[in-house]
């Protein structure tokens, strides 16, 4: 029996299948496609997904495969006001260009590299929930046979079968917006076509009718285009994108001169927005598009998802090691739950201010006085922290909630240790606990769990500075593997003994 199966092999269940690996889980990754999408949907990483790939050592390569940008950085409803997230001190302030695909294709890499291949060509068509575990019945070119695990994750995206099988309902609301995402070749393309990516303000175009957002995908000639008009709201959902639709909306927004030599794909999307009410109904869980959509608007959906995976592959691969305290698997509900609440909210808000038809001069209005204050550096630090997901503060209760940096993402500072010189997130990479001592007087050595390592560092300058953030005098801190810190001390008396117990089980757990 494997410990976890993971449904889906989207960047959700890649990163999730990967943690769990991590963590020496037994998991299988079950996937409908015999191959990779190639498509570029999710088009880019956030600040904070980027802080997190470089975590696990991913972010070079993401870099690698990524599209050269100018500095594009982050936008609020495509208001053209970019967002600055320098002051959340990060060492990735404008996130990373990348089409989904080649994201996937590192993750997937990744995951072989822990051992475990993606089961591609095999469909979830069933599932029956036990007292010990889970009977997914599959069906794969061999033909149907059941598995068995002891949990199952849903990462198996929007229109979710696991969520179809158990009858967990979907609640929000229905789509307004009917567009189209497409990748294409351009045969010839006018002046008004971007040549390189800049800030999304100046790749929306609008002309005859159509809104369309145009973005060169890095090899000549290949671009992604999003474009919406009353034709697309009046066709039905099911309805195949075709080239002279593709061809259509680009001769009115780009003109005659852009022509269209290939339709790579298309698909259409809606801005419906739900979210399941629980991420967990006892052994099976839902992560990523399988837990909650929204319309792509401020490109969160990806990014969610792959932090859904970060905060809960070490859970449940502590959960089934035996080795959880009490509740940490139910955290993953009590943190991520309200996070996508949130940006489901921040989307809905983003499509009121992005959508004004040309006659509606009051949301037009509206629309200049936000853009006015996001200028404002605190709303923009704000906005920033809002669409870059840096500003996340967990809510983790306890005694020394308290202190600012309790429930944050922990900074990555650069560290001197006796190993010699290293940052947080090249500590973080093995994807254990982290308990730094920063101070100068030594403390008492503790027993620690199995899964925590404890270093002993000076802070040296870096980019991102070397202040932590937290209250006067704070010198020990206790990261988690997902990054966020869950226990700060002052001093070589203050112990982290509670706070190793109820995040990782104390020094007796095994
Ligand atoms: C036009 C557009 C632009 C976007 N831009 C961005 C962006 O810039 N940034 C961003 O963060 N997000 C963006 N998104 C959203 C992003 O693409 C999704 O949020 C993301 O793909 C979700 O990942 P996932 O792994 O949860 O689900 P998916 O990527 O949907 O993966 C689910 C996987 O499960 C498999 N599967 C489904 N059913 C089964 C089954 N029964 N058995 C086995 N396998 C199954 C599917 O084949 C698929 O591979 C965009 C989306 C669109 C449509």
């Not at 990967?18 to 409908?32: K, P, S, T, W």
Request: charged share 20%.
């Amino acid at each position: 029996m494997r410990d976890v199966i993971v449904i889906g092999a989207g960047p959700t269940g890649l990163m999730l299948a990967g943690e769990l690996a991590l963590a020496g889980a037994a998991v299988e990754v079950i996937e409908r496609q015999v191959v990779p999408s190639g498509q570029s949907r999710g088009g880019g990483i956030n600040s904070r997904t980027s802080e997190v790939l470089a975590m696990r050592g991913l972010l070079d390569a993401v870099i690698e495969r990524s599209i050269p940008t100018k500095s594009a950085r982050g936008h609020f409803a495509g208001l053209p006001v970019p967002l600055d997230t320098r002051p959340w001190r990060t060492r990735h302030p404008d996130g990373v260009l990348i089409p989904q695909d080649r994201l996937e294709a590192v993750l997937e890499d990744h995951l072989r590299g822990l051992g475990v291949a993606v089961r591609r060509g095999t469909e979830l068509v069933g599932l029956t929930c036990g007292e010990a575990g889970i009977e997914a019945a599959v069906s794969g070119p061999g033909g149907q046979e059941m598995i068995e695990g002891r949990y199952l994750v849903a990462c198996d995206g929007a229109h979710s079968t696991v969520r179809k099988v158990t009858g967990v309902a979907f609640p929000g609301r229905a789509g307004t917006l009917a567009a189209v995402s497409a990748d294409v070749e351009l045969a010839a393309v006018s002046t008004t076509v971007p040549r390189s990516v800049s800030h999304i303000s100046r790749l929306i175009r609008t002309g005859g009718g159509f809104w369309m957002l145009t973005s060169p995908l890095g090899p000549a000639g290949v671009y992604r285009v999003v474009f919406g008009s009353a034709e697309q709201q009046a066709l039905a959902r099911q309805a195949p994108v075709t080239a002279d639709e593709v061809a259509r909306a680009l001769t009115a927004v780009h003109g005659p001169e852009t022509k269209l030599a290939k339709l790579r794909w298309g698909s259409r999307f809606s801005d419906a927005a739900r979210q399941v009410t629980n991420y967990r109904y006892g052994r099976v869980l839902f992560a990523g598009d399988a837990a909650h959509i929204h319309s792509p608007i401020g490109g969160q959906g990806l990014n969610l998802g792959i932090q859904d995976a970060m905060n809960l592959g070490w859970k449940l691969a502590a959960h089934v090691h035996g080795r959880a305290p009490a509740g940490l698997l139910d955290s993953y509900h009590a943190e991520r739950h309200p996070v996508a609440a949130r940006v489901l909210a921040t989307t809905r808000a983003q499509a009121v201010l992005m959508s004004p038809p040309p006659e509606a001069d009051d949301l037009l209005a509206l629309r200049e006085i936000v853009t006015e204050l996001a200028r404002l550096p605190d709303a923009n630090r704000y906005l920033a922290g809002l669409m870059s997901g840096l500003d996340l503060r967990y809510d983790l209760g306890g005694s020394d909630a308290t202190d600012p940096l309790v429930g944050t993402r922990m900074i990555d500072l650069s560290l001197q240790t006796p190993a010699g010189p290293t940052t947080v997130s090249a500590l973080l990479q093995p994807g254990r606990g982290l308990l730094l001592e920063l101070g100068d007087q030594r403390a008492p050595r503790l027993a620690l769990p199995p899964n925590v390592t404890a270093v002993t560092a000076r802070v040296v300058d870096s980019p991102v500075g070397t202040a932590m953030g937290a209250s006067p005098g704070v010198d020990r801190v206790l990261v988690r593997p997902d990054g966020y810190v869950c226990w700060v001390g002052a001093g070589p008396e203050s112990s982290p003994q509670a706070a190793l117990q109820r995040w990782f089980g104390g020094h007796n757990a095994a």
